[in-house]
C-alpha cells in the first residue's frame, strides 16, 4: 500500500484556524462555532483500489488539488490497495475505514461493480452496504495496438482472430472493456485471451513492447499515451474523440454488432451508514464536489495531467445509481463471457 497527501497540510488547517479565532471570526471558516469545529476538522481519507499512477489516481489528484478551495482546510491522504481486480481495496474500506464521512473510497465503478456480478463481496453487501455519490468521468472502452503493429484495423484483428486467439492485455478481468472485446468474439467468431495486467500503465505497456498482440482500456488511459498505440475500435456510439482516438470506428458501425456502450466512470463512495449518521458532511462533500468539477481550475489539471476533458461529466448520486444499474444488467446479460461458464 502506498500513500500520497493532497490538498491543505495538517499544519495549514491548524494554523487558518488559529487565525481565525484569534481574529474573532468563528463563523464559516473555518469553525461553525465557538464550541464544535466544522467539517473537515482533521485529513480525510481516500482508500484507491488501483495501483498509483493509473487512470483513477491521474484525476483524483486533479480533483484533490482543486476541492480544497470549495472545503476549506480539506487535506486527503489517499492509501493504494491493488490486488484481486479490486477486491482488496473494497474490503480495506468496508472492514478498516470507520463510517464517519472523513473516509472515501475512489473507485472505477464499471470494473469494480463487475467484480460483484462475478462474485459477490464476502464481508459486506452490495448494492447496500455503500454507495457511489458523484461520477466525475464517462470514459468508453476501446481496443488498440501498438503503433508498428501489422493490424491496420479491427478488421484484420478479427480475421486473426477466426485463425488463432489473440492475446489481449487488459487492467483487469471484471472489466466494461473486457467484456467488449468478449462480445465481439462471440459475436464474430474471434477467439481472444486476456491477460490482465494489474494496472493501465502495464496494460499499455504490454502491447507497446509487443508483450500481448492488442490491449483494451477506457480512453482516457488510451490518449495519454499518445503515438505509441492506435486506436481501432470504439465501445460507444460515436467516437467521442476523434482523431485523438486516431478516428476509429464504433464497435456497432464497424461490425454491425448489438453491443451496447460500455464505458468507465471514476466515482466516489461512502458507507451508507456514514451518509445516514452525518446528513450534514455528507451534504458537505457533496456540494463542496460538484463546484469543483466546474471549475476551470479542475480542467486545468486534467489538460495538465494530459487526459481528454471530453470524458469530464459529474454526476450525482442519481446518476451514479442509474450507471450501476446498468452494469449490473450487462454483466448479467455477458456473465459467462467472463467466468467462462
Same mark, same amino acid.
Request: proline share 6%; with cysteine.
Given at each position: 500500500?502506498?500513500?500520497?497527501?493532497?490538498?491543505?497540510?495538517?499544519?495549514?488547517?491548524?494554523?487558518?484556524?488559529?487565525?481565525?479565532?484569534?481574529?474573532?471570526?468563528? *463563523?464559516?471558516?473555518?469553525? *461553525?462555532?465557538?464550541?464544535?469545529?466544522?467539517?473537515?476538522? +482533521?485529513?480525510?481519507?481516500?482508500?484507491?483500489?488501483?495501483?498509483?499512477?493509473?487512470?483513477?489516481?491521474?484525476?483524483?489528484? $486533479?480533483?484533490?488539488?482543486?476541492?480544497?478551495?470549495?472545503?476549506?482546510?480539506?487535506?486527503?491522504?489517499?492509501?493504494?490497495?491493488?490486488?484481486?481486480?479490486?477486491?482488496?481495496?473494497?474490503?480495506?474500506?468496508?472492514?478498516?475505514?470507520?463510517?464517519?464521512?472523513?473516509?472515501?473510497?475512489?473507485?472505477?465503478?464499471?470494473?469494480?461493480?463487475?467484480?460483484?456480478?462475478?462474485? $459477490?463481496?464476502?464481508?459486506?453487501?452490495?448494492?447496500?452496504?455503500?454507495?457511489?455519490?458523484? +461520477?466525475?468521468?464517462?470514459?468508453?472502452?476501446?481496443?488498440?495496438?501498438?503503433?508498428?503493429?501489422?493490424?491496420?484495423?479491427?478488421?484484420?484483428?478479427?480475421?486473426?482472430?477466426?485463425?488463432?486467439?489473440? *492475446?489481449?492485455?487488459?487492467?483487469?478481468?471484471? +472489466?466494461?472493456?473486457?467484456?467488449?472485446?468478449?462480445?465481439?468474439?462471440?459475436?464474430?467468431?474471434?477467439?481472444?485471451?486476456?491477460?490482465?495486467?494489474?494496472?493501465?500503465?502495464?496494460?499499455?505497456?504490454?502491447?507497446?513492447?509487443?508483450?500481448?498482440?492488442?490491449?483494451?482500456?477506457?480512453?482516457?488511459?488510451?490518449?495519454?499515451?499518445?503515438?505509441?498505440?492506435?486506436?481501432?475500435?470504439?465501445?460507444?456510439?460515436?467516437?467521442?474523440?476523434?482523431?485523438?482516438?486516431?478516428?476509429?470506428?464504433?464497435?456497432?458501425?464497424?461490425?454491425?454488432?448489438?453491443?451496447?456502450?460500455?464505458?468507465?466512470?471514476?466515482?466516489?463512495?461512502? +458507507?451508507? $451508514?456514514?451518509?445516514?449518521?452525518?446528513?450534514?458532511?455528507?451534504?458537505?462533500?457533496?456540494? *463542496?464536489?460538484?463546484?469543483?468539477?466546474?471549475?476551470?481550475?479542475?480542467?486545468?489539471?486534467?489538460?495538465? $495531467?494530459?487526459?481528454?476533458?471530453?470524458?469530464?461529466?459529474?454526476?450525482?448520486?442519481?446518476?451514479?445509481?442509474?450507471?450501476?444499474?446498468?452494469?449490473?444488467?450487462?454483466?448479467?446479460?455477458?456473465?459467462?463471457?467472463?467466468?467462462?461458464?
Amino acid at each position: 500500500m502506498n500513500r500520497f497527501i493532497s490538498g491543505a497540510s495538517r499544519r495549514t488547517f491548524l494554523k487558518g484556524s488559529a487565525a481565525a479565532l484569534g481574529a474573532g471570526t468563528v *463563523s464559516g471558516l473555518p469553525f *461553525s462555532g465557538a464550541f464544535g469545529a466544522a467539517f473537515p476538522d +482533521h485529513p480525510l481519507a481516500v482508500v484507491v483500489p488501483t495501483a498509483e499512477g493509473g487512470g483513477a489516481d491521474r484525476n483524483l489528484r $486533479a480533483v484533490t488539488t482543486v476541492w480544497p478551495k470549495y472545503l476549506p482546510g480539506a487535506a486527503f491522504e489517499m492509501g493504494y490497495f491493488p490486488g484481486a481486480s479490486g477486491r482488496v481495496g473494497y474490503e480495506v474500506y468496508m472492514g478498516k475505514n470507520a463510517p464517519d464521512c472523513y473516509s472515501l473510497l475512489f473507485g472505477n465503478m464499471g470494473p469494480e461493480v463487475l467484480n460483484w456480478v462475478v462474485q $459477490a463481496p464476502d464481508s459486506f453487501k452490495f448494492p447496500g452496504d455503500y454507495q457511489y455519490f458523484a +461520477h466525475v468521468d464517462i470514459d468508453p472502452s476501446v481496443v488498440y495496438v501498438a503503433a508498428d503493429s501489422p493490424f491496420r484495423g479491427i478488421d484484420d484483428i478479427v480475421a486473426e482472430a477466426r485463425k488463432r486467439t489473440i *492475446s489481449v492485455a487488459t487492467s483487469r478481468i471484471a +472489466h466494461p472493456a473486457s467484456l467488449g472485446i468478449l462480445a465481439v468474439g462471440e459475436a464474430t467468431g474471434g477467439k481472444f485471451n486476456l491477460i490482465p495486467m494489474s494496472g493501465g500503465k502495464k496494460t499499455l505497456a504490454a502491447v507497446v513492447t509487443g508483450e500481448t498482440d492488442i490491449g483494451v482500456l477506457p480512453s482516457g488511459s488510451v490518449v495519454t499515451a499518445g503515438d505509441s498505440v492506435r486506436t481501432v475500435l470504439v465501445f460507444d456510439k460515436t467516437n467521442p474523440l476523434g482523431e485523438r482516438l486516431n478516428n476509429a470506428p464504433a464497435v456497432n458501425d464497424a461490425l454491425g454488432t448489438k453491443i451496447p456502450p460500455l464505458f468507465s466512470a471514476r466515482a466516489f463512495a461512502l +458507507h451508507t $451508514a456514514a451518509m445516514d449518521k452525518y446528513p450534514d458532511r455528507y451534504q458537505a462533500l457533496v456540494s *463542496s464536489l460538484e463546484k469543483t468539477v466546474a471549475d476551470q481550475a479542475y480542467r486545468d489539471e486534467i489538460v495538465k $495531467a494530459k487526459a481528454p476533458l471530453e470524458n469530464i461529466r459529474y454526476g450525482d448520486g442519481a446518476a451514479c445509481q442509474e450507471y450501476v444499474d446498468g452494469i449490473i444488467e450487462i454483466g448479467n446479460r455477458f456473465k459467462s463471457l467472463l467466468t467462462g461458464n
